[in-house]
Nanobody
């Protein structure tokens, strides 16, 4: 089992920044990747960003490239999502996720554990 605790969401004006955190605990030695997804009511959970734990390669959705940055703290087993130049369309509940599978990081079905989600609201 892996436990993930999200934090850092909130309300921000368009153009502002927020940093989300996701602290992992438990059987983290099996980690292949950590990712961030977001979801709005009535829609599927969309990929935002991911990081391959061994090597640090990162992936981003086209909609956030150049604005969001995923990073990690190995010692704290924590992954961060720095979100800059936020837009109203970034409003969603953001979830971090853990994957032990060496599969595409783009699909939510390839993740085995999820955080509780943290809401982000960007006002215009």
């Amino acid at each position: 089992q892996v436990q993930l605790v999200n934090s850092g969401g909130g309300l921000v004006q368009a153009g502002g920044s927020l940093r989300l955190s996701c602290a992992a605990s438990g059987r983290t030695f099996s980690t292949y990747a950590m990712g961030w997804f977001r979801q709005t009511p009535g829609k599927v959970r969309d990929f935002v960003a991911a990081l391959i734990w061994s090597g640090g390669r990162t992936y981003y959705a086209d909609s956030v490239k150049g604005r969001f940055n995923i990073s990690r703290d190995n010692a704290k087993i924590t992954v961060y999502l720095q979100m800059n130049s936020l837009k109203p369309e970034d409003t969603a509940v953001y979830y971090c996720a853990h994957s032990k599978y060496e599969r595409s990081v783009l699909y939510s079905t390839n993740y085995d554990f999820w955080g509780q989600g943290t809401p982000v609201t960007v006002s215009s």
